[in-house]
Each structure stands twice: as C-alpha cells, then as structure tokens.
C-alpha cells in the first residue's frame, strides 16, 4: 500500500491537490468561455467506466464545471449490465447444492425472475445455499481445490477481470470441481452502442484501466469514425478533469483525436501478456447486456479447448441465443436506459423510493460501480449546487 | 415484509426505517419516554429518566463483531466501552453496568474467560460498577460464537442533546476517524497489518472534564460508532434544523485507512469509530474547548465544519471536497461488502 514518501503516495496527493484543481478548473472554464462564444450551448462528455463515475461524483466534480459542460455515465459497470439469465441459472444451481463463488457486489445482483422464491444468490444464501464471497478468483480457485464438491463461479467482468479467469485456465489452476458461468463482456463495442444511441455524445473520458490491457488503440475508432474526441484518463480527481480540459480543447480545435492522460499505466498496445491469454481461452461473441439485449461480439466465450470449465455444459444448461432473449428488467425500472447514458438515475421514478442500495430494486443500484448506487451513496443529485 | 438482510443491521437508513417500523410506530407516545426525559421519540445514545436535580441516563446495547478478538482490543472492552460512551455523550456520568452473556456451545473457555476479564478490567478501570447480569448458553450452530449485551446507567445534572445544536455551531472530532471499522475490515480481509488498530476505549477522561466545565456550549455529543460520522452528523442535522457542511481537507483519516478504504470501496466516513467523539460547540468557545481537548491528550482534535442555518427542507449534510467540489454526505445504506474491482 501507498506510504508516505513512496512515489503512490506522492502522485495520489498531486492528482487530489485543490490549488491544482482550481487551476484546472480555470482552464476549463476558459475552453467554455470560448466554445459559448461560437455558440455551443452544451457537451455532453460520457465516460464508460464504474470508477469514473465514482471520481466525479465522489469529488463533486459536477458541481465545480460551468453549468453547460455535462458529464453523462455511460456502460461501466460489469454488474449492472449482467444478464439476469446468470443470475437466474447461478440461483438454481446453488439451490441444488452446488457452492457458488461470486465477488461481494454480484452476489446481491437481482434477477427479474425468481427462481426457487429466489431472485438474488443472497437470497439463496439466507435460503441456506452454500454461496460464497470472494474478493478474487484465485481465492475460490483455493477454496474449491480444498473441498472438492462441486462449485460455480459466476464470472462476470470486463477487459479488467477476464484476465484472472484466463490465467488460471490456461494455468491448469482450476480444480476439477469447479466450472465458470462466463459473464465477461467487452466495453469498445458497448461503447460503439451507446454513442450511437444516444446521439449528442461531444467527448469520451476512456476507461483507464481498461485501457491497461486492451491499448488505448481499442477506442480510436470514437474520433476515426464518429468525430468524438476522446481522452483515456486515470482515477484521481484531476485525472477526469484534465481529461475534460483536453476534451474542451479538441472541440475547439475541431480536431478530434485520441488522447491519453493516463499515460503513468496507459499505452497504446496494452498488457500483450493478458491479451494473448484472453485470445488462447476466450472467442468474442455477439452477447446480452441486461436492459439493452444483444451487442456484436461484445462478450467473452470460453474456446472449444477449454469447454470443461464451462458451467453451462457441466450441468446440461445452455444461454438463450439472441431470439430466445427476453427483456431483464423489473417493471418500471430504466437501468437500460441509465447504462447507455440516455437518462440519469434521478430521471428514474424509483430512485431511493422502491429503490435503494438496501433493497437494490434495478441492477445499476446493487455494485458500488453502478450509476445508481454512486448516486445514491455519495448525493449525486444536483441537490447540492441548490443549498449552497 | 420480506425476510430481515444483514443491510437491516448495518446501523444505515435500513435500520431506522426497520426500527420505525417494528418498534416506533407501535408505540403510543407516552410509552416513549418518562416525563420530560429522553426516549424512544427521539434518537440519541442513551434515555434519560428525570428524577430531583437531573436525571438517571441508561443505554443498552448489543454487541457482536467478527472476529472476537481484534487488533486493539475484544468483544468483552467493545461492550464495557460503548456502554459507558453512550452515557457520557448525553452528558452522563457512568455508575453502574449490567451484562447478559449468550454463548456457543463448544466455545472455547480460555476465549470466553478473556472476554469477560477484558469487560470487567475496563469497568474496574472506570470506577464502574457491575451490578447484575445473565448467562446463556445457546446449542453449536445457533449463534455465531458469542454475544454480548450490557446495560449501563449513570447520572447527569444536565443533558447533551443531539436537537441542541445552533446555526453556527463548530464541529469537532476528537480524533483519527474510522480506525475501528478499518481494523475489522483488515481483519476480514485477512490483511495482516501493524497499521490497523481499533481506537476502542472508554471516552471518560475525556468527557467529563468538558462536562464539567463547558456545560453550555457543548450542544451535541456523539461517539459515531456503526455508521460512523456520516450516519452521525446526518441525525444531527435531521434533528437539528441545520445543514452541517464538513470540509474533506479537515477530516483526520490516516493514510493506511484511506488506503484500505479506497481498496475495498468503503468510505471511511461510514466506517465505526469506538474511541473517539464527535462535538457541536458554540462558536465563541470552540476554540478554547479544542485546546483544552489537546490538553487532555487527544491531539489530533480538530475542527472538522460547521452547522449552517437550513437552505432545504430536510436536514443535509454537506462535504466540500479535496478539490473544491462539493457534495451532499449521504447516510450510509446498504451492506459494506468488498467490490469486483
């Protein structure tokens, strides 16, 4: 962990240094003088990672930009977007007594059906099912090869994530008794999806640590081939608003390019390491983002090589294909819309009434990564620019 | 009503609202509290029963935590703690503490004797009395290893209560928050660490000095146990009539806790303090409180914000960021559990 004096510990507190900030803060404020100038009258930057959201909420960010500059959540959070047909397939199979591994956000993830009067592995758990926490992977890689009987892990996950299962398969790690429901998912294609759904997006703050495995390379088609300029940013508060400087700067240029900030970690070429291992164990197929439905090779299958670590197979299930996929959504809830950035959490009628990170109602309340959840957690609702 | 989660247990919004609705809306109002004492009409940390010249405060409270034995201290100076901390926030001087110990069958008898000395060294240690109690034992399997309760009642000549506090009102904290919470977190997670330790102890030398000499301009006191200070500083506002802003760059959170925090996706302002205080004092002392604070051995007091006079309909609490931004601090909700990444 970062300690005084080490180099972690030194840039963590120059990206969180508020005359800094006020400096940057002027910039921006310059860039939006002279855009409103020539007549813009808002952007609309998006990012596309959970923990972005998290920064510019956590630091009210928000509430420091000029009035037109907006700030819109995008796809980035793995939880949020998990089709409820996992979650519904890892509650029965943990009912019939198989041990279900899962990390401490999807284990509360709801399902929109309910499955043995079940909707959630929570739920399962307090129904007496043997379903386990972890904080990583290798952690129920451990556990299972203690105890042998017959274990899932649902895997769910970006760029970020799916390198830990890769590695333990094309390791030999996995033991024999356990087998993986893989949720994994891609974030450029989903990305492509919302841009040009929602239409107006004006710059892109690229997922940082995404980046770190794919190469920031994975998003020049945003300015190649929609115009959007877009910046590849790190997680400290300045990180986003250098971000959002260099964004106002390419708009006012009218050259939009792809740029990386966060280039302490950040290349175009990524971890190849992790990209060969993601290549040897996965293909990319057309897959289901929960509230959105079917997006082109945008998710992570396992390969005909490495078939008998598939839990769907295993245990004689199988994933809907594109027509037999329903919408998993709970009357009333627009997570869909949320994810893609269309609407805000406050635009949702069940925002902290049927809905709160207590009783998760929607999957973007549930992950401390979720749109919804940040919102709530930490006031993101335009309260605090009314009070003070 | 569903089945109760552990979120309902977490001390956030889902506990108010779950003890709204199982305990205070089936409560006529004069069972709610004695004469003009201190009940369940109005959350603080312990009830108070007028008599001649004061009142009798009492508090109760049940404590579990995992695991038993934690770096800094045990369930058995968790519970002797607490108890004599809620008394001493509503202005108490603790007299006297009853306890009802449940307990496992098959637990360790060296474990559960150390809790106990633990609990009863503290009281010693405080001039408290420990004047009544029970045991049980439960089969293996229908508890989690061992629960503690204990009742504590003192006496004060004047109530701190939370409603008090005024517009302008400085907010002081006592010392490094969240270090409880952090040394339990570590501990869950397995992280073996010299850095984290629980500030649990008695909070006696420190408060009834102010007490006894600052009477008056101590509005509000308050030991921001689960939930922490986010949950605290929240009632107070909702209680209050105020909107409390607090200033991120004044808040004492050591390093590693921001560390840990920042990797398992906690907030150190919703983790739980067990030593340490939070205080609403008038403007025109709050400085000379805060040296005498100092003088009492709590050096890293500080002044942590204010309380404004209210801009919205309800109470709020507001954090002016590192970086000059500024948001609302919600009351923590939901379960503190470890995230994907």
């Known amino acids: 962990m970062a300690q005084k004096g080490d180099l972690r510990y030194l840039t963590k507190r120059l990206f969180r240094d508020e005359i800094l900030a006020s400096q940057i803060v002027n910039i921006v404020r310059g860039y939006w003088e002279l855009l409103r100038s020539k007549g813009v009258e808002e952007v609309k930057i998006m990012n596309f990672c959970g923990t972005h959201e998290y920064t510019t909420t956590h630091y009210g960010i928000r509430s420091i930009l000029p009035p037109g500059v907006n700030l819109v959540a995008g796809p980035g959070c793995p939880v949020c977007i998990t089709p409820s047909f996992y979650v519904e397939a890892a509650v029965k199979l943990a009912l019939e007594g198989v041990t279900l591994y899962t990390y401490g956000d999807a284990y509360r993830l709801p399902a929109v059906r309910e499955v043995g009067g079940c909707r959630s592995l929570s739920e399962a758990r307090m129904m007496g099912a043997d379903v386990r926490v972890v904080y990583s992977f290798l952690d129920a890689v451990r556990d299972a090869a203690k105890h042998g009987k017959p274990s899932v892990f649902l895997a769910v996950g970006f760029e970020t994530t799916c390198p830990a299962y890769a590695s333990a398969i094309a390791n030999n790690l996995v033991p024999e008794n356990l087998t993986l429901i893989v949720a994994g998912r891609l974030t450029p294609p989903a990305a492509r999806f919302s841009v040009e759904r929602v239409g107006t997006v004006s710059g892109v703050i690229a997922p940082g640590h995404v980046s770190t495995i794919t190469g920031a390379g994975v998003w020049r088609f945003l300015p190649e081939e929609y115009g959007i300029p877009t910046v590849v940013s790190g997680f400290e508060p300045l990180d986003v608003m250098i971000a959002i400087s260099l964004i106002l700067r390419q708009i006012m240029d009218g050259e939009p390019r792809l740029q990386i900030e966060y280039s302490r970690t950040v290349t175009m070429e990524g971890n190849r390491r992790a990209k060969e291992l993601l290549a040897r164990v996965f293909d990319v197929v057309d897959a289901a983002w929960r509230g959105i439905g079917f997006i082109e090779k945008s998710g992570y299958a396992l390969k005909e090589s490495v078939s008998q670590y598939d839990a769907f197979s295993r245990y004689g299930m199988r994933e809907p294909n594109r027509s037999e996929w329903s919408h998993d959504l709970l009357p009333g809830c627009i997570c869909g819309q949320v994810i893609i950035g269309a609407a805000k959490p406050t635009d949702c009628r069940l925002f902290m009434k049927r809905c709160t990170p207590g009783t998760p109602y929607g999957p973007c309340m549930v992950s401390a990564e979720g749109s919804c959840s940040i919102w709530a957690r930490m006031g993101g609702r335009g309260v605090v620019e009314e009070v003070l | ?341």
């Not at chain 2, 009834?208 to 146990?225: F, G, N, V």
């Open chain 2, 1 to 341: 009503m569903g089945r109760v989660s552990l979120a309902h247990g977490s001390g956030g919004i889902e506990t108010s609202h779950l003890l709204e609705r199982l305990i205070l809306n089936r409560l006529p109002d004069w069972m709610k509290r004695l004469g003009d004492g201190l009940g369940l009409d109005y959350p603080d940390d312990s009830a108070a029963i007028p008599i001649p010249g004061g009142y009798i405060v009492a508090t109760i409270d049940a404590y579990t935590v995992s695991p038993i034995f934690f770096p800094g201290g045990d369930l058995g100076k968790l519970s002797a703690a607490g108890t004599i901390n809620d008394l001493l926030m509503l202005g108490g001087r603790p007299a006297a503490v009853l306890d009802a110990i449940v307990v496992e069958e098959g637990m360790d008898m060296d474990d559960l004797s150390r809790i106990v000395e633990s609990m009863i060294s503290i009281l010693r240690m405080e001039g408290v009395c420990l004047v009544g109690g029970d045991i049980k034992v439960m089969p293996s399997g229908q508890l989690d290893g061992i629960l503690v309760t204990t009742a504590g009642v003192g006496y004060a000549s004047k109530l701190i209560v939370d409603k008090n506090i005024r517009p302008g009102d400085k907010i002081i904290v006592t010392g490094p928050i969240g270090e409880h919470g952090a040394a339990i977190l570590a501990a869950q997670q397995g992280i073996k660490s010299d850095e984290f330790k629980s500030d649990v102890s008695p909070l006696t030398r420190l408060m009834l000095p102010l007490i006894e000499k600052y009477a008056d301009h101590i509005h509000a006191a308050r030991d921001p146990t689960r939930g922490g200070v986010a949950m605290a500083l929240n009632d107070w506002s909702k209680s209050s009539d105020t909107m409390i802003v607090v200033y991120e760059s004044e808040l004492p959170v050591r390093e590693p806790v921001v560390n840990l925090c920042e990797m398992m996706g906690v907030d150190p302002l919703s983790l739980a303090s067990e030593g340490t205080a939070l205080l609403a004092v008038s403007p025109e002392k709050a400085g000379e409180v805060l040296e005498q604070i100092h003088g009492l051995g709590y050096n890293e007091a500080r002044i942590i914000g204010e309380a404004r006079s209210r801009t919205s309909s309800v109470g709020l609490v507001v954090l002016k960021t590192l970086i000059g931004g500024a948001r609302i601090l919600e009351p923590p909700s939901g379960e503190i559990v470890p995230r994907i990444c």
